[in-house]
């Protein structure tokens, strides 16, 4: 029976952590970690355009990650015979 309390916590806890998720203060300062601001080598404009750059590489490369795992990127090769 403890094993069964100890679950009823630990899913309470887990909960408790979803339903907070980033509208603690801690959460906030995780999301907007980088200021929109100037720094010593760019300029604001630079930095905003440097994110979105970011941002929309690692979405095309999350894209081909997928296409990867899924074989979705080419026919597959676990036949021996052609397949279009």
């Known amino acids: 029976m403890q094993w069964v309390a100890r679950l009823g916590i630990v899913g309470l806890v887990v909960a408790a952590a979803c339903t907070a998720g ?3 203060r801690a959460g906030q300062l995780w999301v907007h970690s980088h200021r929109n601001d100037e720094t010593l080598t760019m300029t604001r404009e630079e930095h905003n355009q440097a994110v979105i750059r970011i941002a929309d590489h690692d979405r095309r ?7 990867f795992v899924f074989m979705t990127d080419r026919p597959s090769r676990l036949t021996r015979w052609p397949s279009r």
């Open 22 to 24: 980033c509208s603690t």
């Open 61 to 67: 490369a999350l894209i081909d990650d997928l296409d």
